[in-house]
Nanobody, 121 residues
Framework: VQLQASGGGLVQAGGSLRLSCTASERTFRRYAMGWFVQAPGKEREFVAAISSGAGSSAYADSVKGRFTISRTSESTVFLQMNALKPKDTAVYYC????????????????WGQGTQVTVSS
């Protein structure tokens, strides 16, 4: 599975961005999807995840109430990010899990290339 992330950019604090991640395979609907962030010098951290059927989702405490993960039935998962803060600045990665889903990078099998989000104060 190849994943292509897009939608990052520069935004002022309080603003919004919507990230997209498009999968190359028609079997996309079988995969749980997640978003992770990695800031310079830090490990990759969980942001949000959604189950294969979109019936369940999970969020990091730091983004609850501000970010929303969703997916189409076709090939795209979104991360709507509102009320952005400077601490949200990072490279955002989408990932696909073929078995189960979770909050750790090891639970995901495929990764996109990342898209930079920069929030200015």
């Amino acid at each position: 599975v190849q994943l292509q992330a897009s939608g990052g950019g520069l935004v002022q604090a309080g603003g919004s961005l919507r990230l997209s991640c498009t999968a190359s395979e028609r079997t996309f609907r079988r995969y749980a999807m997640g978003w992770f962030v990695q800031a310079p010098g830090k490990e990759r951290e969980f942001v949000a995840a959604i189950s294969s059927g979109a019936g369940s989702s999970a969020y990091a405490d730091s983004v609850k109430g501000r970010f929303t993960i969703s997916r189409t039935s076709e090939s795209t998962v979104f991360l709507q990010m509102n009320a952005l803060k400077p601490k949200d600045t990072a490279v955002y990665y989408c990932a696909a899990a073929s078995r189960g889903w979770g909050r750790t990078p090891l639970e995901y099998d495929y990764w996109g290339q990342g898209t930079q989000v920069t929030v200015s104060s």
